[in-house]
C-alpha cells in the first residue's frame, strides 16, 4: 500500500471451532479498518506427528506447556473444508483474506481458492523447499523470521528470488507468546530493509501497540497483530490477541503517526507562512537622525519579522541612516546610506 501500513489481522486459533466466528471476526476486522486478514493452513498431521515422547512434549516455559504439539495443533487448526466458503465470504464482502501454509498440499489448496498473498510463519522459514514452493506461484510473499539466523533469513530470501518471486517482505518477530517489549529490537526490522534488499514489517506478539506504532514510526510496511473476536472464545491464541476496541485504537494511532511521519518536505505551509511574523528580524531601537552611524545601541535583532534579515546585520553595522528614523521602525534598505561606512 503506497505510504500506507498494511495492516493484517491474525485470526490464527481464535475460531472457536466455529466458521460463524471467523466470518463474524472478518467483518468486525473489516469495520474496524483492518487492510486485511489472515489465517492458517494446516491439519495436526501435516504439521507434526501424534506422538508424544519427548521430542514431541511441549514444556519450553510456553503458556502451552503439558501438552503435545499435535494436540496442541488438533485444537488450534481452521478445518480445510472451510476455507473455499471463508475465501467466497470474504469475496463477497470485499474482505482481502490470506493465509499461511505449512505444506505443499495446503498450498494447492489456497491456490484453488485464489489466495492473493502468501505468509511464511517464523518455525518455517528453514523450510526451504516449502518456501520455493510457495513463492513459486508468484503471488506477494511475507516472511516472518523469529527464529531464524541471519544466514537463514537470506537463505529464505534467495529461495524465493530463485523461483522469480522479487515481491518480499520479511516480518521483525520475537516468537514468544507473549512477547516482551525489551527483546523486540525495532532497529532489526531497519537493518533488514538494507541487509535484504526487501520491504520489512512487523508480525507482533506483545501486549498493547506500543511496539506496532513504534514500529510504524521506523518504517515498517506491514503490521500483523493477532485478533480475536472475544476473548470468551477462548483458545490457545486468546490470552495475547487484541479484541476489537484494543485493535482498533492500535490502527487509530498506527494512522496517526503516519501522518506525523509525512514526506520530505521543506516548502512552507500557508500556517508556517503566518507564523514567520513572529520570526526576527531588524528593527531601530532608538529615534535617530540621517547621518547617525548604525550601531548595536540604534538596530537590533528582534521579533516580528518586518525589518531586514538578521544575517545583514554585520554588514550593516558601521553605515548610516539616509534619513530621521523613529524607534519601532523595522530597518529597510533605503533607510541605510550605503555608501558611507564609519568603521
Known amino acids: 500500500m503506497e505510504n500506507r501500513v498494511f495492516i493484517v489481522a491474525e485470526i490464527s486459533a481464535n475460531h472457536g471451532h466455529s466458521i460463524d466466528i471467523v466470518k463474524k471476526t472478518m467483518l468486525k476486522a473489516k469495520e474496524i479498518g483492518c487492510d486485511a486478514v489472515k489465517i492458517q493452513t494446516y491439519r495436526p498431521d501435516t504439521i507434526t506427528l501424534n506422538c508424544n515422547n519427548e521430542f514431541f512434549q511441549i514444556n519450553n516455559g510456553t503458556i502451552w506447556d503439558g501438552t503435545t504439539l499435535y494436540n496442541l495443533y488438533e485444537d488450534a487448526y481452521l478445518p480445510w473444508e472451510w476455507h ?14 490470506f493465509s499461511t501454509p505449512f505444506d505443499k498440499m495446503a498450498v494447492d489448496l489456497l491456490e484453488d481458492c485464489g489466495n492473493p498473498i502468501y505468509k511464511i510463519a517464523s518455525f518455517e522459514i528453514t523450510d526451504l523447499p516449502l518456501i520455493e514452493y510457495t513463492a513459486s506461484k508468484g503471488k506477494p510473499m511475507i516472511i516472518s523470521t523469529g527464529i531464524a539466523l541471519e544466514e537463514e533469513i537470506y537463505e529464505a530470501v534467495d529461495a524465493c528470488r530463485k523461483m522469480g518471486n522479487y515481491d518480499v517482505t520479511l516480518l521483525k518477530c520475537t ?17 533488514m530493509r538494507i541487509k535484504f534488499d526487501c520491504k520489512v514489517g512487523l508480525s507482533d506478539h506483545t501486549e498493547g501497540d506500543i511496539v506496532p506504532i513504534t514500529a510504524t514510526a521506523l518504517g515498517a510496511e506491514v503490521i500483523e497483530k493477532h485478533f480475536i473476536f472475544d476473548k470468551d472464545i477462548g483458545g490457545p491464541d486468546a490470552s495475547f490477541s487484541m479484541e476489537p476496541y484494543e485493535f482498533q485504537c492500535m490502527i487509530e494511532r498506527v494512522r496517526q503517526v503516519e501522518k506525523a511521519i509525512g514526506s520530505v518536505d521543506y516548502s512552507l505551509s500557508e ?9 526576527r528580524s531588524l528593527f531601530v531601537c532608538d529615534n535617530v537622525v540621517k547621518g547617525d552611524i548604525i550601531s548595536e545601541k540604534n ?44 568603521e
Open 271 to 279: 500556517g508556517k507562512q503566518k507564523s514567520r511574523k513572529y520570526a
Open 84 to 97: 473455499e466458503e471463508l475465501f467466497n465470504f470474504a469475496k463477497d464482502n470485499e474482505i482481502v483474506l
Open 175 to 191: 516468537s514468544q507468546y507473549p512477547a516482551k517489549i525489551d527483546d523486540a529490537n525495532l532497529l532489526t526490522m531497519s537493518d
Open 299 to 342: 538596530v537590533r535583532s528582534i521579533r516580528p519579522s518586518d525589518g531586514m534579515a538578521p544575517k545583514y546585520y554585520n554588514s550593516i553595522l558601521g553605515k548610516t541612516f539616509s534619513r530621521d528614523v523613529k524607534y519601532g521602525t523595522p530597518l529597510s534598505e533605503e533607510l541605510i546610506d550605503w555608501g558611507i561606512d564609519n
